[in-house]
């Protein structure tokens, strides 16, 4: 029997290798992770490093490339972590041709604020006991003088950036942020939606008050300006 007959073989068993990996990924156990990703949610729980955000943006990256366009879930309980990799992840969710929903449970403080903050303007969610806290970056600074004078510059440009990013997301002031965010400065899901960083608190029914708030966005952005006079 030649290659050619055996291949036509398996075809026609449906045994062949393209065949038996389609029936794989068809009747393989499927993990909770593996459902909540087939359902585009993702999940930011736990101090934001290296691996953490790794994961997250990979996940961002698949779901975007599987469907362009179709929106992606955010769920976000995180203490924050460092400023690098909460940049990269804000910058992926930037990047991808995706709207992002974010949804606040828990808490969202430091970078997971900022994050809460990036999602898609009209998509922005908390729970009613969330809670969301700012505050300026920073770090133990250890060393030479002229290695302690570098670190600290680069808190400084830290600031000034992760300041910028939530005044272009909340449309607070820059300055306003900069004094506020000097301490820790809480909020309340209620005091986060005033303040910007959110779009609706959300309650029972929670799923329908999502839409129904992305729906409006969506109009608004859609209405025609008035003529003049």
Not at 60 to 83: A, C, F
Not at 198 to 219: P, Y
């Amino acid at each position: 029997m030649s290659a050619r007959d055996d291949y036509l073989r398996h075809i026609d068993r449906g045994t062949g290798p393209y065949d038996q990996y389609g029936q794989y990924q068809r009747f393989r156990q499927m993990s909770l992770d593996d459902m909540l990703l087939e359902n585009r949610i993702i999940f930011l729980i736990g101090e934001i490093n290296y691996a953490r955000a790794t994961e997250v943006i990979m996940k961002m990256l698949y779901l975007d490339n599987l469907k362009k366009g179709r929106e992606i879930s955010l769920y976000i309980n995180s203490p924050g972590g460092t400023v690098d990799d909460t940049l990269a992840i804000y910058d992926t969710m930037r990047f991808v041709g995706s709207p992002i929903a974010t949804y606040c449970i828990g808490r969202a403080q430091s970078g997971g604020a900022v994050v809460l903050a990036a999602g898609t303007k009209g998509s922005r969610f908390a729970l009613p006991h969330a809670k969301i806290m700012l505050h300026q970056p920073w770090g133990g600074v250890t060393g030479q003088a002229s290695d302690i004078k570098i670190q600290a510059e680069e808190i400084l440009k830290a600031k000034q950036t992760i300041s910028r990013l939530l005044a272009d997301h909340t449309g607070q002031p820059i300055e306003k942020i900069i004094l506020e965010t000097e301490r820790d400065r809480y909020m309340t899901a209620d005091e986060a939606k005033e303040y910007g960083l959110i779009d609706e608190v959300l309650h029972e029914d929670g799923q329908q008050k999502a839409n129904a708030s992305k729906k409006e966005a969506a109009q608004a952005e859609e209405k025609p300006a008035e003529p003049g006079t």
